[in-house]
């Protein structure tokens, strides 16, 4: 199993699209420094009574859509990139026991996928309280135990959609396939289900992925789902996504 995972690590490490994700991810981190320098500058020039007023939004931000979506894509190419190029053939001969093999690329995947969210969002965070400093803009002034919480569940979201890209991908076995159900996952079903008669609006929305960290932080303006239940619903998400990732690789030919 040790050997295992140290193939499907080092796969993942030296793959071109995960250096690609990971440098997509930076970005996005230099986005929230950006953006924490903006509101900062923005707040200098307003008059004492806007300034009492001025609601910006956290610097971490924009992270809360693109993060999982890169991680999406770094779950489902963890195993589509090999279907494409016929390297599953060699996995497979190297490692027969196709359970093994799905588990190894979930711990590297999801090892990346927490490394990387939890390094991003903190990172973020801790820029956009260095850049705004002592300015009593609301909300970079919370006390870090209160966002905890938050940031936390953002890192965690983030693992889970990386594993559900993983099964999801393994299921398909198609990269376009397994995006496009992601991105329908994650950004058409929460514009859908407004469109929902009262209440299933409401509890529709509060189970989508989208939803489940500020349920699970108890940020939630109005929630639904309680920390646990919400939490219980996300983890089951990457689940059922790799048993059923697991069924098709065991019952289908590479």
């Known amino acids: 199993m040790t050997d295992v995972l140290v193939a499907e690590w080092l796969k993942l490490r030296t793959a071109r699209s995960t250096q690609w994700i990971l440098a997509t991810v930076a970005g996005f981190v230099t986005l929230c420094a950006v953006w924490s320098f903006y509101i900062a500058r923005y707040w200098d020039g307003l008059s004492p009574e806007r300034q009492a007023k001025l609601q910006a939004a956290p610097a971490e931000h924009p ?12 779950g489902v190419l963890a195993v589509t990139s090999e279907y494409a190029t016929g390297m599953i053939r060699s996995s497979l001969a190297a490692v027969p026991r196709r359970g093994v ?18 390094l991003s969002v903190g990172v973020a965070f801790a820029l956009g309280r260095l850049i705004v400093g ?11 135990s209160d966002e905890l919480p938050w940031l936390l569940s953002l890192g965690l979201s983030a693992v889970v959609v990386a594993l559900v890209g993983l099964g999801l991908g393994t299921a ?5 396939g397994a995006v496009t159900g992601l991105c329908v996952l994650l950004f058409v079903l929460p514009g859908l289900a407004p469109l929902l008669p009262t209440p299933w609006d409401e509890r529709f929305a509060a189970i989508l992925p989208s939803n489940l960290a500020e349920q699970i932080a108890g940020d939630a303006a109005d929630p639904v789902l309680g920390p646990v239940p919400a939490l219980m619903i996300l ?3 990457a689940v059922i996504a790799l048993i059923a990732g697991l069924i098709v690789l065991m019952r289908r030919d590479s």
Request: charged share 10%.
């Open 172 to 176: 398909v076995r198609s990269t376009a």
């Open 63 to 74: 992270l809360v859509l693109t993060l999982p979506l890169c991680m999406a894509v770094l």
């Open 235 to 237: 983890l089951a998400y």
């Open 134 to 144: 002592d300015r009593a803009i609301a909300d970079f002034r919370t006390p870090v």
């Open 101 to 118: 093999l799905l588990l190894s690329k979930a711990a590297a995947v999801g090892g990346v996928a927490s490394a990387t969210g939890l």
